[in-house]
């Protein structure tokens, strides 16, 4: 894709599966990318030609200025941002305060720092911010309050930082995955893609989980120069989820771990 050789990327959870994806997809196309993530055995395990890591914490602004300025050093400009980091803690009716803002603290606020700590450069080398909303944003889902909520929140955010970066020649949009072989089936299953795959099926008209490379296809074609005149939207790389609903009114995650 046109217009994302030589450039710089920052990864918030690039350390994850979908972010590790994301990586792999940017160097293919030439982009250096910093990850940044919480898990730093697996974040230095990335590093390589074209590739740094610095560990960091969202919730906290220092290591967010950190994370910006180990980024300058290393390779002297920034032209993206993807925003894979999330929190899946969610108790449901259950959820406390301090579980709510934990929540939108990692999965809301901690990008709205980043970003304002970037914008200078990413208007500067006119740039662009890739989201990560979900599936679950648009259904309601028995049992899960803080993730969804949380999700729509960051579509919503993406309009609104679409719409007030857009004088600055920055673009921002929003993938929004289905069920993806991801770090969270990874750990319900036991490692059983099979059975994440029979369990997703109902759910999604091609009738699988989605592949992380095929998120991040899309990731790579919202910072290409392809996705010039796309700005404000939402890819969902969803199998077909949300075009089929609706959610069906009982629990469908603990079937992926019985």
Not at 236 to 256: C, K, N, Q, W
């Amino acid at each position: 894709m046109r217009g994302l050789d030589g450039k710089v990327a920052i990864v918030p959870g690039g350390a994850t599966k979908i972010g590790q994806a994301v990586v792999a997809a940017f160097r293919a196309a030439g982009v250096r990318v910093m990850v940044a993530d919480i898990n730093a055995e697996a974040g230095a395990a990335m590093a390589g030609e074209g590739v740094a890591f610095r560990a960091c914490d969202l919730r906290d602004d220092a290591q967010i200025d950190a994370l910006v300025a180990a980024t300058m050093e290393s390779f002297g400009r920034i032209d993206f941002v993807v925003n894979v980091a999330c929190s899946y803690l969610d108790n449901g009716a259950d959820s406390t305060r301090a579980e709510w803002l934990e929540s939108f603290d990692v999965n809301v606020v901690g990008s709205v720092i980043l970003m304002q700590k970037v914008r200078a450069e990413l208007a500067k080398n006119r740039g662009a911010i890739v989201n990560f909303g979900s599936i679950s944003s648009r259904v309601a889902q028995t049992g899960r309050w803080l993730y969804p909520v949380s999700k729509a929140a960051i579509l919503q955010l993406t309009r609104n930082q679409a719409m007030d970066l857009a004088p600055d020649g920055i673009r921002v949009n929003a993938v929004s995955p289905g069920w993806t072989w991801s770090n969270i089936m990874d750990e319900l299953t036991g490692g059983d893609r099979a059975k994440t795959d029979r369990v997703a099926a109902p759910f999604h008209l091609l009738g699988r989980t989605g592949n992380p490379d095929e998120v991040a296809a899309a990731v790579l074609f919202l910072c290409s120069d392809e996705a010039a005149f796309i700005t404000g939207t939402d890819i969902r790389v969803d199998g077909g989820y949300t075009a089929m609903g609706p959610e069906r009114a009982e629990p469908a995650i603990p079937l992926l771990m019985e």
